[in-house]
């Protein structure tokens, strides 16, 4: 079992910026990815970013340039740092883990991220 403990939400004005932190515990492997998605009211969950164990990231498009994801392997930790933030990113943002050779896979329990215009 995986336990993910998201933290960093709010609400801010467009153009500002929040960053998301996402610590992973309990039996973690060595090959895994992970990866913030979002739901936004009445869409469908979708992958904002994501970055395998060797480093390797995945972004959608609206969020390139914008949005970095990053990795503090010892923390087992996982960073999403937003920028030039607009209404249209507000969602709730899930932290998701995934053992990349047998598809086992964890989600967080969510965190509100509310952009004003």
């Known amino acids: 079992q995986v336990q993910l403990l998201e933290s960093g939400g709010g609400l801010v004005q467009a153009g500002e910026s929040l960053r998301l932190s996402c610590t992973a515990s309990g039996s973690i492997s060595s090959f895994n990815t992970m990866g913030w998605y979002r739901q936004a009211p009445g869409k469908q969950r979708e992958l904002v970013a994501d970055?395998?164990?060797?480093?390797?990231?995945n972004y959608v498009g609206s969020v390139k340039g914008r949005f970095t994801i990053s990795r503090d392997y010892t923390k087992k930790t996982v960073f999403l740092q937003m920028n030039s933030l607009k209404p249209e990113d507000t969602a709730v943002y899930y932290c998701?883990?995934?053992?990349?050779?047998?598809?086992?896979?964890?989600w967080g329990q969510g965190t509100q991220v509310t952009v004003s215009s």
């Open positions: 998701h883990y995934r053992v990349n050779y047998n598809g086992e896979n964890y």
């Open positions: 970055i395998t164990n060797f480093g390797i990231t």
